[in-house]
C-alpha cells in the first residue's frame, strides 16, 4: 500500500510546531529566565495559540524541561595537560556561541531549582572526569575551581554583558586564560615533600627550632 500523504503531513506539521514551540521558549528563557517567560509570549513568538502550547507541553515546567535539554556527554579524559587543551578548545568555541538551551538554564538557576539542578547535572560529570585527570591532593578543589571560572566567563560573556569581555576576540581571552587553566590542572604530587601541597597555612618544623643546649 502506498503511504497515506495525509498523515506524514500532520506529522510533519506536529513536529514544526513543537519545534517551533521550543526554539521560541529557548529564546524567552534565555532572554528573561523561568520567572518572566510566560506561555502567552513563548506562544506570541511561535505565531500559535496559547492552548495550543499546553496541549502539546501540558505545563510551562515540562516546556521548560523539554526546551533546556542541554547533553552533559562532552568528555575530558587524557593527562592533566590534555585536559586544560580541551578546556581551553571548548570554552573558544562556547565564547562564540553558546546554545540557546544552555543559556536558558543559566539565566534561570538562580530562581528556578530545576534549573540549577539541570546545570549541576550537566557539570557534574565534566568535573569528575576533570577532577580524575589532576594527579593533586586537592584535585577536587582545582576541578571545581576551572568549571567556576569557565562558568562565570560564560556568564558575564552572554548573559551579563560584561564591559570588555563581551566583545573581546575569544583568541585573546584564550591567550590570558591559558596560565590559569594550565597552571590549575597541572598541579602533581611530590611524594618526597608532601608538605608542599599544603599551602601557606601548613604548620611544621621550618623556621627557628629551640636548642635546649644553649
Do not use: C
Not at 500559535?48 to 523539554?66: I, R, T
Not at 543559566?106 to 540549577?116: F, G
Not at 547535572?121 to 586537592?138: K, P
Not at 597552571?183 to 618544623?205: H, I, K, M, V, W
Request: no cysteine.
Amino acid at each position: 500500500m502506498a503511504n497515506d500523504p495525509a498523515r506524514v503531513t500532520r506529522a510533519q506539521k506536529r513536529w514544526q510546531t513543537e519545534s517551533r514551540i521550543l526554539a521560541a521558549a529557548r529564546e524567552g528563557f534565555a532572554r528573561s529566565g523561568y520567572e518572566r517567560t510566560t506561555i502567552r509570549a513563548v506562544a506570541e513568538s511561535a505565531r500559535v495559540d496559547p492552548g495550543l502550547v499546553m496541549h502539546y507541553f501540558n505545563s510551562k515546567e515540562e516546556l521548560f524541561l523539554k526546551a533546556t535539554a542541554v547533553s552533559g556527554d562532552e568528555t575530558v579524559s587524557g593527562t592533566s595537560a590534555d585536559v586544560a587543551e580541551a578546556l581551553l578548545a571548548s570554552l573558544a568555541d562556547r565564547l562564540v556561541t553558546e546554545p540557546t538551551a544552555s543559556l536558558a538554564l543559566l539565566r534561570s538557576m538562580l530562581t528556578h531549582e530545576q534549573a540549577k539542578e539541570g546545570v549541576r547535572r550537566v557539570t557534574a560529570g565534566q568535573l569528575e572526569q576533570i577532577s580524575r585527570s589532576i594527579d593533586s591532593d586537592d584535585a577536587e578543589l582545582r576541578g571545581s575551581l576551572l568549571s567556576a571560572t569557565i562558568l562565570g566567563i560564560i556568564l558575564g560573556r552572554h548573559l551579563l554583558e560584561l564591559d570588555g569581555l563581551k566583545d573581546a576576540p575569544p583568541h585573546q581571552i584564550i591567550e590570558l586564560l591559558q596560565p590559569v587553566v594550565r597552571g590549575l590542572a597541572a598541579a602533581e604530587r611530590n611524594p618526597e615533600n608532601p608538605q608542599d601541597s599544603a599551602g601557606p597555612g601548613a604548620t611544621g618544623n621550618s623556621g627557628a627550632t629551640e636548642n635546649p643546649a644553649s
